[in-house]
């Protein structure tokens, strides 16, 4: 059973910081492409940042400058460094990767986490 497991969302202010994380675990064969995604009410899910596992990156044009995906492989982590918060940045945020699970060695799959609300106050 492979699970994502998301974690350090919270309130802050306008301006602050918050660093997230997202823990996988399970019957792991391989990480491919991890990221982070964010919906707040209303809106659509989007892509905030995405890191493949050479670690290239990729950034919402939005969070460019201000947020920071990396990845522990050996761990099997990602985090997103957030700075610079702005009341729009408030959603609830969660990771995704693709996974190549022990019981589907042939395939991988997109497993997601549960969510971590990120309240940005102004």
């Known amino acids: 059973q492979v699970q994502l497991v998301e974690s350090g969302g919270g309130l802050v202010q306008a301006g602050g910081s918050l660093r997230l994380s997202c823990a996988a675990s399970?019957?792991?064969?391989?990480?491919?492409?991890m990221a982070w995604y964010r919906q707040a009410p209303g809106k659509q899910r989007e892509l905030v940042a995405r890191?493949?596992?050479?670690?290239?990156?990729n950034y919402e044009d939005s969070v460019k400058g201000r947020f920071t995906i990396s990845r522990d492989n050996a761990k099997k982590m990602v985090y997103l460094q957030m700075n610079s918060l702005k009341p729009e940045d408030t959603a609830v945020y969660y990771c995704?990767?693709?996974?190549?699970?022990?019981?589907?060695?042939?395939?991988?799959?997109?497993?997601w986490g549960q969510g971590t609300q990120v309240t940005v106050s102004s």
């Open positions: 399970g019957s792991i064969l391989s990480i491919n492409t």
């Open positions: 890191i493949t596992s050479t670690g290239t990156t």
């Open positions: 995704t990767a693709e996974i190549q699970a022990l019981s589907t060695p042939f395939t991988t799959r997109a497993y």
